[in-house]
């Protein structure tokens, strides 16, 4: 299984950006996906996490701005960001927990991160 990020660059504060995430490889179902980001010098932080069934929990910092979606036949997640800033630069990880067989468990995949840099 393997999870690809893409979509990141460099964006004017006040402007957006989309970043796509696909998961790949022997997939039976995904659960929760997510989008995280790591800031130079700063822990990885959660942006926004949805259920298979579209439930969303968006961190505080992010609410109003950015927005996340799915297409579960498809096994990819998208993050439309918007009216970035500054501190939104970082480098933005995609998280699914996977599951590769029918009576399996879950486990976590990240993709290899993409960078988000906001300035003018």
């Known amino acids: 299984v393997q999870l690809q990020a893409s979509g990141g660059g460099l964006v004017q504060p006040g402007g957006s950006l989309r970043l796509s995430c696909a998961a790949s490889g022997r997939i039976f179902s995904i659960n929760d996906m997510a989008w995280y980001r790591q800031a130079p010098g700063k822990q990885r932080d959660l942006v926004v996490t949805i259920t298979s069934g579209g439930a969303t929990n968006y961190g505080d910092s992010v609410k109003g701005r950015f927005f996340i979606s799915r297409d579960n036949a498809k096994n990819t997640v998208d993050l439309q960001m918007n009216s970035l800033k500054p501190e939104d630069t970082a480098v933005y990880y995609c998280?699914?927990?996977?599951?590769?067989?029918?009576?399996?468990?879950?486990?976590?995949?990240w993709g290899q991160g993409t960078l988000v840099t906001v300035s003018s």
């Open positions: 998280y699914a927990d996977i599951r590769q067989f029918r009576y399996g468990t879950g486990r976590t995949y």
